[in-house]
């Protein structure tokens, strides 16, 4: 069972749509996916079709990891996100347990479980890159995304070299990209200056399906497949098993 985070600090920037279609074209080519959504504002939930309930916290009031995992209608299961996902931040915060989710998770039986993170260097994001073998880092092509992939990067060098974990970057995900702008195509050529190895070479085009399918409790993928975002996700999904599975 491969463990990936989904990360960026920065809102907004394609996280959640990144970690749904993933899993959902995981889910596709048969291999097992479950989708954490470990963000309050609960979208990986709402973007899957479920009701914002049954998350983490449960495993620390006494569930069973077994029981907060639900079905999607896109192939993958899920542990929800919600509003009570700010109480387990605090409980992380103050009762410090690392690695817990990659130790609740050891019963289940997984080829990939994709974490999509808050957006936010919190307790939560934390405890998902410790857990995590590795991290996706999806970014718009604007100058404020560039400044903060550097702490994120940082943050994921040191739990490593505290050996806290063993995450590595598996690669950066140009989202929401539209090259007849000239801050974009600039941005992109210094992505491509600064992180020739991690870049992914599939670029995620602004594209009005993939934002539609959430409200239809579907991943782009599913609710619109010939789109110019589903095609760009299979690609990256392309890319990122031949990095995952040949490394």
Do not use: W
């Amino acid at each position: 069972m491969k463990i990936i985070s989904v990360a960026n600090q920065k809102g907004g920037v394609g996280k959640t749509t990144t970690a749904v279609n993933l899993a959902a074209v995981l889910a596709s080519t048969k291999r097992k996916a479950l989708l954490i959504d470990l963000d309050s504002q609960g979208n990986a939930t709402t973007a899957s079709g479920l009701k914002k309930e049954n998350t983490l916290l449960g495993l620390f009031e006494g569930k069973n990891i077994n029981e907060i995992v639900a079905s999607s209608n896109n192939g993958y299961d899920v542990i929800p996100g919600g509003e009570d996902l700010v109480a387990l931040e605090a409980h992380i915060r103050t009762e410090p347990k690392k690695g817990f989710i990659e130790e609740s998770l050891s019963e289940l039986k997984y080829d990939f479980v994709i974490i999509d993170t808050p957006p936010a260097l919190n307790s939560l994001t934390v405890e998902a890159l410790i857990s995590s073998v590795g991290t996706l880092v999806p970014l718009q092509c604007e100058y404020y995304s560039l400044e903060g992939i550097s702490s994120l990067l940082n943050t994921i060098t040191s739990l490593g070299n505290r050996g806290l974990s063993s995450n590595k970057v598996v690669g950066i995900i140009r989202t929401m990209v539209d090259m007849r702008n000239n801050l974009a195509k600039s941005v992109s050529d210094d992505l491509e200056k600064h992180f020739p190895d991690q870049l992914f070479n599939t670029l995620i085009p602004r594209n009005v399906k993939l934002a539609e399918a959430p409200s239809h409790g579907l991943s782009g993928t599913k609710y619109m497949p010939e789109s110019l975002g589903a095609k760009a996700y299979i690609a990256l999904t392309g890319e990122f098993l031949r990095r995952i599975e040949g490394a």
